[in-house]
C-alpha cells in the first residue's frame, strides 16, 4: 500500500448503531435524495456533473440534502450542520469511524456514503455503500487504491445473477462489497475475497452498517478458498486491460480494481480496475481456477474483456479459456454484449480513472495504451458476461460451450432469463432428437413474428421471431419455421407439429425435421419457445 493511501473507515460497532439510526431518521435513500434533487438535477449527477446538484441542495437543509451533499459532492459544511444531519453519531463519531476530518472551515468527507436501492426475489433493498471518494467530490484523478462504490458494471452484474435460494455464495474480488451483499439475501453463507486489505475494510464496513453476515479473507482470486466449493460463485474480476509496468506498483491491488496511471515515466500505476496481468489474461487464469469450486449444480457468473488480434473471431480468446471447463463436463455460455476498438477503450477507461484530455497525463496515457494493443495486433476489445454451470446430475456427460453476440435488452429479469438458459442447455443435453420430437414445447408468450414484403408483393422477402424479453434477439426464419414454431401451443408433439406443416408445403418430412431440430433446440436455449 502506498504512503498517501487514505485510510479506511472503521468497525467500532456503537458508533455503526448510531450512525444506521441517523440515516434511517434522515431518510436518506434514493427516493428521497432524488426527490430533494428533482429531476434535472438527479439526471446530471448520474451523467456526473455536480453543479445542479449543488444548486439544488444548497438552499435545503434537510438531513438527507446535507448528508448527500458531504458524502456524494464533497462539501465541506460546519459542525452545527453535522450534528443536524447525524444527531446520534455527532461530529466525534463521524470522525471516530473515520468518515469525516475537521478542516479550518468545518468538516469534509474521507469516504463515499451513498444510499443504494434494487429490487429482487425477496423484494426491495435499501442500503447504504462506503467506499472512497469519486473523482466527482475530490476533483482529482483516482487514488492507485480507491475502492470503488456501486458502478455501472456492480448493477449489471447483481441484475444478471441468479438468485434461487442456495447454500454457500462466493464473491471473487468483492471490492466494497455490493455483490456479497446482494448474495446473503438468497444465501446461507456468504464467503468474499479480495487481495486488498483496503477493500475488505470497506465490505466489513457495509456489512456491519447494513446488518449482513459475509466472511472476508485476503488474497487473490481463488486463493483463499482453497479446497472449499460453492453453489455460486460470483465476480466483477480487474478486467481491465492495460499497459503493463513495474509489478511493485501493483502490489495489493483490489482485484475489484484499483489505480489510475500517472504518466510521469516513474510511476507505472495504471486504472483502478486493472489486474496487474498482461493482455486478457487474468480472467483466463481465474476460468482456468474456477471449475474446481463448483459444486454440483453449482453456477458461475463474471463479467470480463477479452482481445480479438489479428482476423481472429471475436470469441477466440474465451473459447480457449473454457475448453477445459467443457471438457470437465460444465456447460459454458458466452454473451458478447458490445466491442471497442483500441483507440475507444483506451479513452473509456482513462476516463473512468479521472483523467481527461485536457490533464496532461492523457497523450502519454493514450500513447502507451495503444502501443501495447499493438503490440498483440489487437483489433478491438469484446465486454460481456461469461457463465458456468456444472450439471447436478451424477450422469457425467460432455460440457457444451456455447458463445453469441446479444446486444439487446427485452423485459422481464435478465438473471431469470440466463439461469432458465443455462438449465435448458443442461436439460436439452440429455435429449436426442427422438425425444425431443416426443416432447411439446410451446412458443414464447413474448415470441413476435415480423414479416418483411415488398410492397404489393405476397411472399414475404424475409421473415424474422422476434424476442420481446431477454437479450431481445431476432432470429431470421423461412416458412417451415415460423409455420412451426408458431403452431407450438402445448397440443401436438414437435415432430406432429413438423409433419403437419410438412402435409401443408409439400415438403420432405424428414428432410424439414432434420433442418428443423436443431434451430428448434437453439430456440429453447434463448427462451424463444420454452419446453
Not at 442456495?166 to 456479497?180: K, P, T, Y
Not at 495503444?370 to 456427460?397: E, T
Not at 421473415?463 to 424479453?469: K, M, R, S, T
Request: net charge negative; with cysteine; glycine share 10%.
Amino acid at each position: 500500500m502506498r504512503s498517501d493511501t487514505p485510510a479506511a473507515p472503521r468497525l467500532l460497532p456503537d458508533l455503526l448503531d448510531a450512525l444506521r439510526d441517523d440515516l434511517l431518521k434522515a431518510q436518506y435513500t434514493v427516493e428521497r435524495t432524488e426527490e430533494l434533487l428533482g429531476e434535472v438535477a438527479a439526471a446530471a449527477l448520474r451523467r456526473e456533473d455536480p453543479v445542479p446538484a449543488r444548486s439544488a441542495l444548497a438552499p435545503l437543509e434537510d438531513p438527507a440534502a446535507t448528508l448527500l451533499s458531504l458524502f456524494t459532492l464533497g462539501s465541506t459544511i460546519s459542525r452545527e450542520q453535522v450534528a443536524h444531519a447525524l444527531p446520534t453519531l455527532g461530529a466525534e463519531g463521524a470522525c471516530g469511524l473515520g468518515l469525516l476530518a475537521g478542516t479550518g472551515a468545518g468538516m469534509r468527507a474521507l469516504v463515499e456514503l451513498a444510499p443504494y436501492s434494487a429490487q429482487d426475489d425477496q423484494g426491495p433493498i435499501s442500503w447504504w455503500i462506503a467506499s472512497d471518494l469519486s473523482e466527482l467530490a475530490t476533483g482529482t484523478a483516482l487514488h492507485p487504491d480507491h475502492v470503488l462504490g456501486v458502478g455501472g458494471a456492480s448493477v449489471t452484474l447483481a441484475r444478471i445473477t441468479p438468485r434461487e435460494r442456495v447454500g454457500r455464495v462466493l464473491d471473487v474480488g468483492c471490492g466494497s462489497g455490493i455483490q456479497a451483499l446482494h448474495a446473503s439475501r438468497h444465501a446461507e453463507h456468504v464467503v468474499a475475497t479480495d487481495l486488498s486489505e483496503r477493500a475488505l475494510a470497506f465490505a466489513a464496513f457495509n456489512a456491519a452498517l447494513n446488518q449482513v453476515e459475509v466472511e472476508l479473507h485476503p488474497g487473490s482470486l481463488l486463493e483463499p478458498v482453497a479446497g472449499e466449493t460453492f453453489d455460486l460463485i460470483v465476480s466483477n474480476p480487474p478486467f481491465v486491460i492495460t499497459p503493463r509496468g513495474s509489478a511493485g506498483d501493483r502490489a495489493g491491488r483490489s482485484e475489484a480494481g484499483q489505480g489510475t496511471k500517472v504518466a510521469d515515466g516513474a510511476d507505472e500505476t495504471w486504472t483502478y480496475r486493472d489486474g496487474g496481468r498482461a493482455g486478457d489474461t487474468l480472467l483466463a487464469e481465474l476460468l482456468d481456477a474456477l471449475p474446481e469450486h463448483l459444486a454440483p449444480g453449482g453456477t458461475a457468473v463474471m463479467l470480463g474483456n477479452w482481445e480479438r488480434s489479428g482476423t481472429e473471431e471475436w470469441d477466440t480468446h474465451p473459447r480457449a479459456w473454457l475448453a477445459a471447463a467443457r471438457d470437465e463436463g460444465l456447460d459454458c455460455w458466452v454473451i458478447q454484449r458490445e466491442s471497442e476498438d483500441p483507440a475507444q477503450y483506451a479513452e473509456t477507461w482513462a476516463r473512468d480513472g479521472g483523467i481527461t484530455p485536457r490533464d496532461a497525463a492523457w497523450p502519454g496515457l493514450i500513447e502507451a495504451w495503444l502501443a501495447d494493443f499493438a503490440s498483440r495486433d489487437v483489433q478491438d476489445i469484446g465486454f460481456g458476461y461469461v457463465l458456468l454451470r456444472r450439471p447436478s446430475s451424477a450422469d457425467a456427460r460432455p460440457g457444451t460451450l456455447r458463445t453469441e453476440q446479444g446486444t439487446g435488452s427485452g423485459s422481464g429479469s435478465m438473471s431469470t432469463h440466463l439461469a432458465a438458459g443455462l438449465r435448458m442447455i443442461d436439460r436439452l443435453a440429455q435429449l436426442d432428437d427422438e425425444e425431443l420430437a416426443a416432447s411439446r414445447p410451446r412458443r414464447a408468450g413474448d415470441l413476435m413474428e415480423r414479416r418483411h414484403l415488398v410492397p404489393g408483393a405476397w411472399d414475404p422477402t424475409l421473415i424474422e421471431l422476434v424476442q420481446g424479453a431477454g437479450l431481445a434477439r431476432i432470429v431470421p426464419a423461412d416458412q417451415a419455421l415460423a409455420a412451426t414454431v408458431g403452431a407450438l401451443d402445448g397440443t401436438l408433439t414437435l415432430g406432429q407439429t413438423i409433419n403437419a406443416v410438412c402435409a401443408l408445403t409439400d415438403a420432405d418430412p424428414d428432410q424439414t425435421r432434420q433442418r428443423l431440430l436443431p434451430q428448434v433446440r437453439e430456440l429453447l436455449i434463448t427462451g424463444m419457445v420454452t419446453l
